[in-house]
């Protein structure tokens, strides 16, 4: 089973202590990212960690090897919207569960989204479930 990882997850790669081990296993396994996430993930390495950016280009690349990238289209967008008006998310979370739910996955990790929440997916025609899951709590 593919499961897709947020951002505010990826970013503890980068660090030392248990928090980063348990990314190392997350992307051992079959991982979805977007390119959202890819540019989110460049975005607070550039400017909250001062990371050069030869740094931020080989963990990128890193990233596109390992996992399977989805692309950001106006389906997600539009899925992403429906998403904003049903749960309350704000437009980049609603982006990422949109991501998700268009992806093979059915679980989403994420560290600030609400952990054990069920999202259905609006404008499937098979209600498909994306579960949000906080991996530092499995832990």
């Not at 959202?36 to 950016?53: C, I, P, S, T, W």
């Not at 990238?69 to 569960?97: F, G």
Request: aromatic share 6%; glycine share 2%; proline share 2%.
């Amino acid at each position: 089973m593919k499961a897709f990882i947020d951002t505010n997850v990826l970013i503890y790669w980068v660090d030392a202590g248990p928090r980063a081990d348990v990314v190392e296993q997350l992307l051992a396994n079959d991982c979805v990212i977007s390119v959202q996430v890819l540019n989110e993930f460049a975005n607070v390495l550039g400017k909250k960690r001062a990371m050069a950016l030869a740094d931020i280009q080989e963990l990128s690349n890193t990233l596109i090897d390992i996992c399977e990238v989805v692309d950001l289209s106006v389906h997600t967008h539009q899925t992403a919207l429906a998403l904003m008006a049903s749960y309350k998310l704000s437009l980049y979370d609603a982006n990422i569960v949109a991501a998700a739910g268009l992806s093979t996955c059915t679980v989403l990790y994420s560290e600030d989204m609400q952990d054990g929440m069920n999202v259905k997916m609006p404008l499937s025609k098979h209600k498909k479930v994306v579960s949000i899951r906080n991996p530092f709590r499995l832990a």
